[in-house]
Nanobody, 118 residues
Framework: QVQLVESGGDLVQPGGSLRLSCLAS????????MAWYRQAPGKQRELVGR????????NYADSVNGRFTISRDVAKNSIDLQMNSLKPEDTAVYYC???????????WGQGTQVTVSS
């Protein structure tokens, strides 16, 4: 059974930092494209950033580029999202995702709440 469990969500002031983690079981990160998505109230879920299965490439949404960084720990089967210079518009539920579309696999975590407010 595949499980993705996010942690690290919190209330943080504008300009602050937060680090989210996603721990996977039942799959090996090394063969999946891993990504972070977010969904704010009343808005569609959007891609924050992703890291390829080989770990050699990352890309980010324009809104977070330069502020957020995705990293991967293959030994721990986890990925992190380091978020710096947080803004109120970063407030959302953040979801971890694992995809291997050629095999029709698409897994989601339950989400973790990030609130940026003074």
């Amino acid at each position: 059974q595949v499980q993705l469990v996010e942690s690290g969500g919190d209330l943080v002031q504008p300009g602050g930092s937060l680090r989210l983690s996603c721990l996977a079981s039942g799959i090996s990160f090394s063969i999946y494209t891993m990504a972070w998505y977010r969904q704010a109230p009343g808005k569609q879920r959007e891609l924050v950033g992703r890291i390829t299965s080989g770990g050699g490439s990352t890309n980010y949404a324009d809104s977070v580029n330069g502020r957020f960084t995705i990293s991967r720990d293959v030994a721990k089967n986890s990925i992190d999202l380091q978020m710096n210079s947080l803004k109120p518009e970063d407030t959302a539920v953040y979801y971890c995702n694992a995809k291997r579309l050629v095999w029709g696999e698409d897994y989601w975590g339950q989400g973790t709440q990030v609130t940026v407010s003074s």
